[in-house]
């Protein structure tokens, strides 16, 4: 595997002190009463992780710590989008982070939306079986991960963690493209498959 | 509008990543915009996204939260929602080529076939173009440099991999050639993202290459 591989793997992280279903909760006291608390326990949980994102993704302390701060304060305005049926914090975090990435780091316009900002409703309480399907489904995505060949593993980082193309990772890990791709696809299927009687 | 030809899982992939270089990101957003079943696929890769981000240790942070205003007028109103085409461009499209398709301001490449190139940012070294193709007009055979994903936004065309119709999206590789055919009686318009330039086959094609900048 490749020494700038460092993604834990689920067994030895460091685990998210706050669950999710507080960080929904958070999210849920942001768009509706602009809580301030709130805001500062949501910054605490996910502005060290986003620094980190950020440095992976090439940039140097300085500007990913600048970067996590947006990232939050972008949650803090945009609160109102967060759809909790459809996605959690964690993954709606992420594509914030993701597409500021793209536009700071890359400069570059983002053309994907942020989930749920387009064609859903903003969120509304949510009921105690879609928490608990939200739970299943994230502790299966973890599993299906976690189980990956180191092969597929390795390629699936690179692309989310460092954000590399599929011909950059062909050329970090020299690789015929057809390669990468193909291990690409193959860990697609099995995560789909751990998925598949989940709605 | 039934999408049959959807991208391959890793662009997908990649898309969800924000690791696609920018001409094949626009091209996927699109069809995405376009297709209820690649914005399913999408949502779950978010989520594989974010196991990734959830795993990363984190590094501490010098400053603290900024201070935001305490007036609750300020969070929570999101965005305003993207603009809803009046016209016949996809969502995605509309702040790079407004919403008609027909306003477009195309440029004659060759008889029966036009482009409009869409600029990207600095740095990006892939290129994105609308290709429309007359009824029963034919691009020139070509193979490719490096990857194409083509998506057609008006009528169809075929070639020896199939039919193509609005919505679908051809996502080829490196070592397919195809030379495709715009529909007999609509013609066809097409959204491409190449990263290396086309190898047009035969000399006559290769003759005008340069003169269409393909």
Sequence with gaps: ?199 | MKITHHPEPESLMSCSAGSMPEAFAAVMATHISMCPCCRKDLSILEHVGAALFDSLVPTSVVRPAPVIGLRASEAGTGEVTPATSRGDVPSALLPVIGEFLNDVPWTRLSPGVWQHQIALSDGDRGDLRLIKVSPGYALPEHGHSGSEITLVLRGSYRDATGVYRTGDVADLSEEVEHAPLADAVEGCICLIATDGKLKFKSRIARFVQPLFGL
Excluded: C
């Design chain 1, 1 to 199: 595997m490749s020494p700038h591989l460092t993604v834990a793997r689920p067994d030895g992280r460091a685990r998210n002190p706050l669950g999710p279903k507080l960080m929904a909760d958070f999210l849920q006291r942001i768009a509706e009463r602009g809580d301030v608390e709130a805001f500062r326990k949501l910054f605490q949980a996910y502005a060290p992780r986003v620094k980190s994102y950020m440095m992976r993704q090439g940039a140097d302390a300085n500007t990913a710590e600048e970067l996590a701060q947006e990232t939050l304060l972008t949650v803090w305005r945009k609160a109102g989008l967060y759809s909790g049926e459809k996605g959690s914090a964690t993954t709606w975090i992420f594509t914030i982070a993701r597409n500021l990435r793209i536009d700071r780091l890359r400069r570059e316009l983002t053309w994907l939306p942020l989930p749920d900002g387009h064609d859903e409703e903003p969120s509304a309480d949510k009921l105690p079986d879609e928490l608990l399907a939200e739970q299943e489904r994230k502790v299966r995505v973890q599993a299906a991960l976690a189980a990956l060949p180191a092969d597929q593993h390795e390629v699936v980082a690179l692309s989310y963690i460092e954000g590399l193309s599929h011909s950059e990772i062909a050329g970090r890990l020299g690789l015929p493209l057809g390669t990468v791709k193909s291990r690409m696809r193959l860990a697609y299927h099995k995560i789909r498959e751990s998925l598949e009687d989940l709605k």
